[in-house]
């Protein structure tokens, strides 16, 4: 009887501990998980300042040895903006063009803002460009986007 009194001191004071450590790390939890929402909301603000020069295009057929440099030129002119190769930075297609996805998309990183800030205010005369003026484009639209970050996407279809 006595060694059950004893086992059971021995196992409320282990509970009573055990629920302390638990507390405990409940509390380094919730402010782990503070901080990586704060890293996170960090990481995404620089992520949106690194895409501010960029814009991604769709719509835009292409093979995958195909210039997407001169695609966005091509394009920029037949919306009235005239750029070269030396006004884009970069540009990429988003994937390589497959059968179930013809189209996967272009980003296109430009030196300036004013460059980028351009093509993006004349992307509405897309909509007024005959289809046959468009090279021979697939699809009815051709859309421009700001992709800033995984957590702010503008879109603005032409």
């Known amino acids: 009887m006595r ?3 004893n086992e ?3 196992i409320k004071q282990t509970n009573k501990e055990l629920q302390t450590e638990n507390k405990y790390l409940k509390e380094t939890l919730l402010g ?3 901080q990586n929402e704060a890293l996170e909301h960090s990481v995404n603000e620089l992520e949106q300042y690194s895409r ?5 295009f769709q719509g835009i057929p292409y093979t995958k040895d195909e210039s997407t ?3 966005i030129i091509e394009l920029a002119q037949k919306i009235g903006v005239n750029i070269c190769n030396s ?3 970069i540009s990429h297609g988003l994937a390589q063009p497959t059968n179930s996805n013809p189209n996967p998309g272009i980003i296109a990183k430009f030196h300036s803002r004013k460059v980028r ?3 993006f205010s004349n992307r509405k005369k897309l909509g007024s460009l005959p289809s046959v003026f468009l090279w021979s484009f697939l699809y009815k639209y051709i859309y ?3 992709r800033r970050s995984n957590f702010t996407y503008f879109m603005t279809k032409s």
Request: proline letters at 4%.
């Open 8 to 10: 059971m001191s021995s």
């Open 3 to 5: 060694s059950m009194k």
């Open 52 to 56: 501010k020069p960029c814009l991604e």
């Open 69 to 71: 440099d001169e695609l």
């Open 87 to 89: 006004d884009i930075n």
């Open 32 to 34: 782990l998980e503070s």
């Open 117 to 119: 800030d351009a093509v």
């Open 144 to 146: 421009i986007f700001i």
